[in-house]
């Protein structure tokens, strides 16, 4: 069973935090992105890289998987997800795009924009929560 619990800001230590997740808007239609190799839909994201801010990353990741040019970025909370007796941290935030380059060669394969969540999703016990925090 996985379970995702909230927190805070900065009620976490930085050096726990693997992870961002980076809620974005774009013409109010929430962006989502699809893995070259997978059929399902994602709110981008990814890995903090060491020595790398959570911040840092989240803007790394947004241009990495949707090719955002120009963009504000509020951090919202502190998230984490427990599966069995592991539980792994991240930070979560959410983006206004104002502009949206080409797509770098990544592992990214399809951008779209969505007016909901939609169903079939990477991570379908996680994602959920994450953006029903985003979508306010």
Known sequence: MVRVNFYDLETIPNEKL???????KI???WLFVKHRKRETWEIPGGKIEKGE???SAARRELWEETGAKEFSLTP?????VLRENDESFGQLFISNISILGELPKSEIGTVAPFSELPENLTY???QPFL?????F
């Open 76 to 80: 919202i909370c502190i998230y984490s």
């Open 131 to 135: 953006f029903s925090k985003c979508n």
């Open 27 to 29: 013409n109010d239609k």
């Open 18 to 24: 693997k992870y961002v997740v980076i809620s974005s």
């Open 53 to 55: 801010s959570a911040e």
């Open 124 to 126: 379908p016990s996680i």
